[in-house]
């Protein structure tokens, strides 16, 4: 049975209609009632392939308003909300059930995120057109037919794909004997297909996904289309939990069954006292401190497992600073650059960037030395932002700060995280300008999750007094005493199960997460298309760089350290000589090679 329509039909036609495509085809329906329900359901008003399975059984519900379309995610039945099983998404943002999204002409979504079976929505309305132009277009689709192909970052490449972590010239792929495409590496930062790290070359399976940096690109046929820049990161934590053994039987639960959804263009505050499990939560969200129990998704995929796939997407800035004082910015940001990017890159422009996202232009030629602690801060996070990634991770940066500067820095990562659609998380115990941020989540003591959602909520959910967020710290604390004898852990327990009785946890938490492959145990449907996605594989190996590049720029550095720091170049070239003179002396009498008398 056919669901595309007619061209003609669609042509002459002045309703609005919605388009879908998955790897291979596409699907038409005009969109003439006031209210539609899409999905793969008999009777959905939009009825989808049965063999489509990243959309539901009831996928989502468009009602008309005015001369537009308004979509929320899954249905509402009997006063009952059933969000979709992928959901859906606007630039990797979950689409609530209860809050609308307004369709305009030339608006695109996403249903799921593994990318052989999501399917793209594109509403048109040729009564109301937009021309949209956007330089970050998906599902770029070219011919690869008896022809050599080459992809990189160079604008002779066929396929260009622009990053900082991308090797101008990056790979080619040839159709060789036997009538099968085979993938050749020439990058610094190598390739993925099918999740599993390509030694130097290897023959491509047809439907196979290639990831070059934050590109995703599926082999379908004799045509390769780019189905992901990989520019949206979202973070999906589901039950994360953390136990240590400190004893053969006894042990500490660090994090306790936490969830939150990190999405793109937010700005995250993990906050919560001494012990709470803050750090241990962004480590773990960062992929580098292993789990006890539960997930963390980086769009859609299993991060713990596919870590070396995203090394090079995250950035993490660490409490302490590790930037050399004796050098200035700019060789400090040189140096980097030549570890972390492929050798034929244009250092100065990333470099001239940076500076210029991380408001430090006019600083370029100052020692380190010389810099305002808030300064400092700022050249720990241009470090991670020469590699441009999209999932940003900090440790206290606002740490020893004084008001003014917590401020500026606070609104700096609220730049990084709005101008570019980064997802940034933060930890941090100051509450002053917690206010900026999109999201807060409050960890209590036991690695309880005690509220997540907008700062402006967070007080009236403990009942204190508004933007009071101290006395949030002091709720979170009470002593026993002040308890009637109930620990401090138990106590924050208590307010993790009060906030998932919330409504805030279902809007906030519930609402916004997609998690690949948690089914309703109540539904009937096996969800075939995540069970790939949740397949345990061999872990991909990680891309090394070269050791004799690390090396070249490495002793390139230690010679400027030296040669900076005057006084213990000066004091060591005085000393040496008098240090082989007085061993010298010492020695004379003796044979410098003898063991001595047996």
């Known amino acids: 049975m056919s669901h595309s329509l007619p061209k003609t039909q669609l042509e002459t036609s002045s309703d609005p209609y919605l388009e879908l495509t998955n790897q291979t085809q596409t699907i038409k329906f005009p969109l003439k009632k006031a209210q539609l329900i899409l999905g793969r359901a008999t009777d959905a008003d939009l009825k989808t392939p049965e063999d489509w399975l990243a959309i539901s059984r ?15 995610d899954g249905i509402t039945k009997n006063g009952t909300r059933q969000p979709s099983r992928n959901g859906l998404l606007v630039e990797q943002r979950r689409v609530g059930v209860v809050e609308y999204y307004q369709l305009f002409d030339g608006a695109e979504l996403q249903i799921g995120q593994d990318p052989m079976t999501l399917i793209r929505l594109k509403y048109h ?64 930062n190598g390739v993925f297909v099918n999740e599993q790290k390509v030694n130097q070359s290897m023959r491509l399976p047809d439907g196979c ?20 820049r990989g520019d949206k990161l979202r973070l999906d934590a589901w039950e994360v939990t953390r136990i240590v053994s400190k004893h053969s039987r006894n042990s500490q639960t660090l994090l306790n ?33 292993p789990l006890s129990g539960g997930y963390v998704y980086l769009n859609g995929s299993d991060l713990q497992q596919n870590f070396n796939i995203y090394r090079t997407q995250i950035g993490y800035v660490p409490q302490e600073d590790i930037v050399h004082r004796n050098l200035t910015v700019d060789r400090v940001l040189t140096f980097a650059a030549q570890l972390r990017l492929p050798p034929d890159t244009n250092i100065e422009a990333v470099i001239q960037k940076t500076l210029t996202e991380i408001e430090l232009l006019d600083r370029r030629h100052t020692l380190i030395s010389q810099l305002s ?19 940003f991770f900090l440790d206290e940066p606002t740490s020893g700060l004084d008001p003014g500067l917590d401020k500026k820095m606070m609104q700096l990562l609220r730049k990084l995280a709005h101008s570019e659609n980064r997802t940034v998380a933060l930890v941090t115990h100051a509450t002053a300008n917690i206010t900026l941020c999109d999201r807060v989540a409050f960890m209590g003591r ?37 308890n009637q004898g109930c620990s401090i852990e138990d106590y924050c327990h208590q307010w993790n199960t009060r906030f998932k009785q919330h409504t805030d946890y279902q809007k906030y938490v519930l609402d916004a997460l997609i998690v690949p492959g948690k089914i309703n145990a109540n539904s009937p449907e096996i969800n075939q298309a995540n069970q790939r996605t949740t397949k345990l594989k061999d872990k991909p190996k990680q ?43 010492a020695i004379r009498e003796q044979e410098p090679l003898t063991l001595g008398d047996g």
């Open 373 to 391: 602690g808030g300064q400092l801060k700022r050249v720990s996070i241009g470090v991670e932002l020469l590699a441009d990634p999209k999932l």
């Open 125 to 188: 309305n040729p009564q109301n057109p937009k021309f949209i132009v956007s330089s970050t277009t998906r599902n770029q689709s070219i011919s690869i037919k008896n022809r050599s192909i080459m992809l990189g970052r160079d604008p002779s490449c066929n396929l260009v794909l622009d990053s900082p972590v991308v090797s101008r010239k990056h790979v080619v792929i040839d159709k060789v004997d036997g009538g099968y495409y085979q993938l050749f590496d020439y990058s610094t």
């Open 58 to 72: 009831y996928q989502a519900t468009l009602t008309r308003h005015g001369d537009e379309y308004e979509i929320y």
């Open 209 to 228: 996904t290639i990831r070059i940096g934050s590109f995703i690109l599926v082999l379908s046929g004799d045509r390769l289309t780019l189905q992901d």
């Open 543 to 585: 891309v090394k760089p070269s050791p004799l590049r690390q090396i070249r720029v490495l002793l390139q550095r230690d010679i400027q350290l030296v040669l900076a720091d005057r006084f213990n170049l000066g004091l060591s070239l005085l000393t040496a000589p008098i240090g082989i003179a007085l061993i010298t002396l």
């Open 446 to 482: 036991g690695g309880n999750l005690c509220y997540f959602g907008p700062p402006s909520e967070a007080p009236s959910f403990f009942n204190v007094g508004r933007d009071d967020f101290a006395e949030i710290y002091n709720e979170l604390e009470k002593s026993p005493e002040e």
């Open 257 to 289: 069954c936490v969830s939150i959804p990190l999405e793109p263009g937010q700005l995250i505050a993990i906050v919560g006292g001494s012990g709470t499990g803050k750090s241990t939560l962004l480590k773990t969200l960062l992929g580098i401190q």
